[in-house]
């Protein structure tokens, strides 16, 4: 079965500091690849998805941007914080063969802008 | 008016008892319901996946759609405090990338 890894566990940057969060998978080639952030008591909210190495669609038009440099490898960056963008990240796949259509997620890193 | 609304809770209930978590949806299109369980700090893990109108059983949950009514549901028996946790539906249509619309969770307790 599928395994994803996020790094780090939890990030306090100041706000105007860049960002890069890592998510890498194990066990499957070739997955859809997900980005959701989830602030306090609130719902998912999908940031970015790639369904291959370099294909990006962005769902939410902000400071955020994200790369796919391998098949499991998944990389959120920003080039400056802001205190919005404080929240929980997780990591997201949809395995092959992707007519199995659910999502399993990672374990999620918490960041604290201040 | 969101596409997928889920009474947030709190929601406590007594060791034993019988809990109901539902989700409402206004998109016909959606096809395929999950629900996830997110305890606190720790990402959302899959319990239920299901496609078809009807029940579908496994072990103490049953996930139950109706979607005449665009209605789903979660039943959980013989609730236990290890079932404390934010439960989470899910749904998509079909489409190629298999991208989920998510409630807003709803927060529930056992109390022992």
């Known amino acids: 079965s599928q395994t994803i890894h996020q790094w780090p566990a939890t990030l306090v940057q100041p706000v105007g500091s860049p960002l890069s969060l890592e998510c890498t998978v194990e066990?499957?080639?070739?997955?859809?690849l997900y980005w959701y952030r989830q602030a306090a008591g609130r719902g998912l909210q999908l940031l970015f998805y790639s369904v291959g190495i370099g294909q990006i669609s962005s769902e939410v038009p902000q400071n955020l941007s994200a790369s796919r440099p391998q098949d499991r490898q998944f990389i959120l960056s920003s080039k400056k914080l802001l205190l919005s963008d404080s929240g929980f990240y997780l990591c997201a796949l949809t395995p092959q063969p992707r007519s199995t259509d659910t999502q399993y997620f990672g374990p999620g890193t918490r960041l604290t802008v201040l | 008016q969101k596409e997928v609304e889920q009474d947030p809770g709190p929601l406590s209930v007594p060791e034993g008892a019988i809990v109901s978590l539902n989700c409402t949806y206004s998109n016909s299109a959606f096809q395929y319901f999950m629900w996830y369980r997110q305890y606190s700090r720790k990402g959302p893990e899959l319990l239920m996946y299901t496609y078809s109108s009807g029940n579908k059983e496994d072990g103490r949950f049953t996930a139950q759609v109706d979607k005449s009514s665009k209605y789903i549901s979660l039943f959980i028996r013989d609730s236990q405090p290890s079932d404390s946790a934010t439960y989470l539906c899910a749904m998509r249509s079909s489409g190629s990338a298999r991208q989920l619309t998510f409630g807003s969770g709803t927060q529930l307790t056992v109390l022992p």
């Open positions: 066990g499957t080639s070739n997955p859809n």
